[in-house]
């Protein structure tokens, strides 16, 4: 039994020299992993694009709604500027100066809702 005891405790203490090191098990995902990384990083890339996407759509329609109701805003005045001058609180030459202005301006706003427009029937 001592014999037995010294044996076993011999082959413990001398063990750690023939080791060679940890025991590699093979991992059964291992061919899986890549695959499994390449559709996650598809999906991300998705997601990432289509939020991209829906932002500029949100953009380009906040951009519309804006001009728009800037166009409402000079038409209002184009009326002000008008009925100003039916009453005779303007005189000739400032409602024609004024109205230049804004004929200038409404149609720079005409041709940006009209450029977004077809933009926007581009990305549809």
Not at 51 to 63: A, F, G, N, T
Request: a positive charge; glycine letters at 4%; charged letters at 30%.
């Amino acid at each position: 039994m001592l014999r037995l005891s010294a044996l076993v405790l011999g082959l413990i203490f001398a063990a750690p020299a023939y080791a060679q090191g940890p025991i590699q098990v093979p991992n059964p995902m291992a061919a899986h992993t890549l695959f499994i990384v390449l559709i996650t990083a598809a999906f991300l890339a998705w997601a990432a694009s289509f939020s991209i996407q829906i932002m500029k759509e949100r953009s380009y329609e906040k951009d519309r709604q804006a001009l728009r109701r800037h166009r409402e805003t000079i038409l209002d005045k184009i009326t002000e500027l008008e009925t100003a001058r039916e009453s005779g609180t303007i005189n000739k030459d400032r409602h024609k100066r004024r109205m230049r202005e804004l004929r200038g301006e409404l149609s720079r706003v005409i041709e940006k809702l009209q450029s977004s427009s077809s933009r926007e029937k581009k990305h549809a």
